[in-house]
């Protein structure tokens, strides 16, 4: 597949890999225009990848098999199962006992209990999640910087890190997340 793109974009490739783009076939979005295909593509598909939906129950369940139009190689998986669980104590619960192969964005919580029980290999690594404070700079007394920089410099960073998320986090020192394109490394971000 070749892209020819109208201008520069520094972040395509990124941008690619991101799971919120896809590649749709522009006959489907140029039938269902007026929405962008959104309302269709809520209830419909129109992917070209490797596999293909065979099943969907919203907020359940959807089944993949393989695209038999998919020109790359094919699939090693003949069926694909995957199951919407909300919760994270039932999605950790069913992971412990063998019902799911892989659980997604577990609690830390969740993942402590899990790494105690030994049943499973639990896979970490960085992710781009952040979190953050907000203040209504628009309103007194938080509309004064040097008020707002005060809270800043008096956070305990390290302590939200270590108390909430068990260590597993870091703090941010712009806007930007570690591991994200476009994050300066030349140490010129932001130092509280």
Same mark, same amino acid.
């Given at each position: =597949? ?8 520094? $972040?395509?490739?990124?941008?690619? #890999? ?33 596999? =293909?939906?065979?099943?969907? /129950?919203?907020?359940? /369940? ?31 619960? /069913? ?9 997604? #964005? ?19 690594? $960085? ?32 302590? =939200? ?10 703090? =941010?020192?712009?806007?930007? $997340? ?15």
């Amino acid at each position: =597949m070749k892209f020819t793109l109208s201008q520069p974009f520094a $972040p395509f490739l990124y941008t690619l #890999a991101n799971d919120g783009a896809s590649i749709i076939n522009p006959a489907v979005l140029k039938e269902h225009a007026a929405d962008d295909a959104r309302g269709f593509l809520a209830q419909n598909t129109a992917g070209s990848g490797p596999f =293909m939906l065979k099943s969907w /129950q919203k907020g359940q /369940q959807l089944v993949l098999v393989p695209n038999p139009h998919y020109p790359g190689n094919k699939p090693n998986f003949k069926r694909v199962s995957v199951k919407i669980i909300g919760e994270s104590a039932s999605r950790r619960l /069913q992971l412990s006992r063998g019902d799911i192969d892989i659980a997604d #964005a577990l609690p830390v919580d969740q993942l402590n209990a899990l790494k105690q029980e030994n049943k499973v290999n639990v896979a970490e690594y $960085p992710s781009l999640r952040v979190t953050y404070l907000y203040l209504n700079n628009s309103k007194a007394p938080l509309n004064q910087a040097d008020l707002r920089r005060a809270i800043s410099w008096s956070t305990d960073y390290q302590g =939200m890190v270590n108390g909430i998320l068990s260590g597993n986090g870091k703090q =941010m020192r712009g806007p930007i $997340p570690e591991g994200m394109w476009g994050l300066r490394c030349d140490g010129n971000a932001i130092q509280p």
